[in-house]
Every structure is written in C-alpha cells, then in structure tokens.
C-alpha cells in the first residue's frame, strides 16, 4: 500500500506547486526568502553550549552556512523515505534494534548535510505496536561519539534506560507500550538540541487494543527542521539555538513527495500518522482540498477539522478523503516553514487535469 510511484503524466513539479500558491495568493515566494541568510553573528556553537569539539561544527566562514553558497558536494544522491505506514508487528513481544550511523544525506537538491541516524535514515524507522505489547530494545552505536535513546512511549526511569551509549557499545532495555498513541524517539545526548537537531529521531505508533481503527491507506509523516552548517557539515549550533532553520521538511528532505506524490484513490479514506519532531517549531499540519474528517491530537479526538497543530514531540492522526482526481498539496500551515520545504503532494486518480499553471 503506499508504495512511491516513478514520475508519470500529470505529475507537477516544485516550481509548479509554488506557482499554484503563489497564483492563489497563499504565499509569496523568492529564491531569497527560501535561503535567506542567517545571522550568523555570536559565539559558535561550542561557545555556547559548553560541548567539545565533537558536537560543532567546523568553524566556516559564515556566509558558507548560507546554503546558496553552498560549493558543489559529491554525496549519496537523495532517495526518496517511504511515506507508507508500516503494518504493526506481528506477536506481542518484538526485538527491536537500532544502530546508529553519521552519514551524509542529500536534504535538498545539490546541497548535503552529514546528519546522525537511528537505523541509517532520517527520520528513524517507524516502529509500529500495539498496546500492551513488550518492547526489547537494543541500541547500538556505530558512530564515532555517545549516543542515546529515549522513547516517549515507555514509562521507564530515564537514568537507567536513557543513557549515554559510547561510540562502539550497545545497550539494552526492555519497555511495555502501555498507552496508545503516536510517540515520538530522540537521541537523549547532550546537547539534546545538536542530537535531534541533527537527525536523531523518530516515529513510534502504538495501536488501541481494543476498538481498532477502520481501514484506511495509512501514511507516515516526520517534521522536522534543518540547519545547514556547511556543505557536508553537520547542523550549525547558532542557528539551532535561534530557531532559524533553512528548511522544514517532511521525512527528511525538502519537497521530496512535489517530486514523488503520494497517492490515493478519489473518495478513499487515507489516514496521515504526523509527528512533529521540531526541534522547535510548531507544526499546523493541512491539506489543501481537503477537510479532516477525524483527528487525534494526544488523546483528543476531533474532527471535522481543517489543520491539526501539533506542538514539537507531539503526533496526530488525521483521518480523510479527496472527492475528486487531482493533486492535492500538504503544508504546514505556518507558511514561512511551508516554502522552506514542509509541501508535499497527494496525486488523487489520475492527478485530474493539467494545471495551468506551468505543469
Ligand atoms: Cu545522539
């Protein structure tokens, strides 16, 4: 179910979705504002924070941190994150590991940052429960400094669960997933803010036991932001403690699913699972042409709803239908973060007729 279509007719570009929105008034967008500048005055990330070395960037001249400065970078080529939801586990007790990695993946086109994962993408995996199921996890840490975990669907003593793992340890603990909900797992090391601002974070849905929620064609969404440091750098500090992303995206790239719509039968119910990794803005998840018929907002169930908003750590479920063939756009609804990257796309049928606007 889910799975990415190649490109095919109908299909619409970037450029042209942000024509769509700039044509419909919603934004107005230039190359400058994508990228605007950072300030990038102040004391350096390790200043600031106190870390060592291992948790800065390098010290680049500043307008370096600037992406459209960016100098050509031969890295791993993008590949578009598997929005379909993953069934959930089989049984009641799982194994679960996840290896940490550092590697550099491509964020937005040409430009590369070297992020810090949970299982070698970013975000993490999806890990998918059901409640009351026990969870063995094991971590273990291939990187070249400590990492951590900390699920926030386990109700655990974080001091025994939630440490530092040295580069080449691993460790382990067991967890029951006794609520229900969609939770989020973070690297727990300090700085926190450089761990999950740089790509350590993920998904965990935990099912209702009882009353199971209809079938529906389920997907996947992360939300998170990222701080260029450089071309194949790790996330600048600064920016981070200022909130100044250069991008807000979905699943770890910037406008991947305008490039790879995901897609849906007209009038089939589809259900988003959306996490709002941060690490500091809010997310105002919508889409366009569409109304939420039912959301779940950390235990709250509402709906008919136009945008869920979800604070950082928290999820949401949104339950909803597109009546028509066509392509249909999601934002977050906080649009300086929208047209830096958090827009993707829901091809509906045959993605309707051929737009006008530059397709
Ligand atoms: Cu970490």
Redesign the pocket.
């Known amino acids: 179910m889910g799975s990415l279509r190649p490109k095919q007719q109908g299909q619409v570009g970037v450029a042209t979705i942000f024509s769509l929105l700039l044509a419909s008034g919603m934004i107005a967008w230039t190359s400058a504002a994508l990228y605007a500048r950072s300030d990038d005055g102040g004391a350096r990330a390790a200043d600031v924070v106190g870390t060592s070395a291992e948790g800065a960037a390098q010290a680049d001249p500043s307008d370096l941190l600037n992406p459209e400065n960016a100098p050509p970078f031969d890295g791993p080529k993008h590949k578009t994150y598997d929005a379909s939801m993953p069934p959930p586990m089989k049984g009641t007790e799982h194994e679960v590991t996840l290896e940490v990695t550092e590697k550099e993946f491509e964020v937005a086109e040409g430009k590369f940052m070297n992020l810090?994962t949970f299982g070698d993408t970013v975000p993490g995996p999806v890990i998918h429960v059901t409640q009351g199921d026990l969870i063995h996890f094991k971590i273990v840490n291939n990187g070249t400094m400590s990492?951590?975990i900390d699920f926030h669907a386990a109700e655990i003593a974080p001091n025994r669960a939630y440490v530092d793992v040295q580069a080449g340890d691993s460790f382990t603990f067991d967890f029951v997933a006794t609520k229900p909900g969609v939770f989020m797992y973070h690297?727990a090391?300090a700085p926190v803010l450089h761990?999950m601002g740089n790509g350590?974070y993920g998904m965990l849905v935990v099912d209702p036991k009882d009353d199971p929620l209809p079938p529906a064609r389920e997907y996947a969404l992360v939300q998170s932001e990222l701080y260029f440091g450089g071309q194949g750098e790790i996330s600048d500090m600064n920016k981070l403690l200022a909130a100044t992303p250069d991008w807000v995206v979905f699943n770890g790239a910037a406008n991947q699913y305008v490039d790879d719509p995901l897609i849906a039968d007209p009038a089939e119910r589809v259900r988003v699972y959306i996490l709002n990794a941060g690490p500091s803005k809010w997310s105002a998840f919508h889409v366009i042409g569409a109304i939420f018929d039912r959301t779940w907002q950390e235990g709250i169930v509402g709906g008919p709803a136009q945008t869920v908003s979800i604070a950082p750590s928290q999820g949401a479920i949104v339950d909803f239908s597109m009546e028509e063939d066509g392509m249909y756009p999601f934002v977050t609804h906080a649009f300086a973060d929208a047209v830096k990257g958090a827009i993707g796309i829901f091809m509906v049928g045959d993605g309707g007729p051929a737009s006008g606007h530059g397709s």
Request: net charge neutral.
């Open positions: 810090w990492h951590s690297c090391t761990h350590m």
